[in-house]
């Protein structure tokens, strides 16, 4: 089955960096879309960044400048460069991806289990 596991996260000091990685594994015949979304204390998960495949990344307004995704799709991983980090980016950081495992089943949404991402002031 397919299986993503984030990577990278832990506790900075505020204006400091951390780059996440996201690593997609198991019956992969493609990957299309990549992302990262944050959860912080409120019950709803943001968008933090995307990235098509074939396409140009895009970013939520109030990341632009201080994120950015990238994404290797020889290795089946993605990126966040987080930089001039706050207090506020705390948050758990999860990566998801849309997979195609068969041909017959389409793609399909996958979710990491999530990096915890503390910013301290």
């Known amino acids: 089955q397919v299986q993503l596991v984030e990577s990278g996260g832990g506790l900075v000091q505020a204006g400091g960096s951390l780059r996440l990685s996201c690593e997609a594994s198991?019956?992969?015949?493609?990957?299309?879309?990549m992302g990262w979304y944050r959860q912080g204390r409120g019950p709803h998960r943001e968008l933090v960044a995307g990235?098509?495949?074939?396409?140009?990344?895009y970013y939520t307004d109030s990341f632009k400048g201080r994120f950015t995704i990238s994404r290797d799709d020889a290795k089946n991983m993605t990126y966040l460069q987080m930089n001039s980090l706050k207090p506020e980016d705390t948050a758990v950081y999860y990566c998801?991806?849309?997979?195609?495992?068969?041909?017959?089943?389409?793609?399909?949404?996958?979710w990491g289990q999530g990096t915890q991402v503390t910013v301290s002031s």
């Open positions: 198991g019956i992969i015949l493609s990957i299309n879309h």
């Open positions: 998801t991806a849309d997979i195609m495992s068969s041909i017959t089943d389409g793609s399909r949404k996958f």
């Open positions: 990235f098509p495949s074939g396409g140009n990344p």
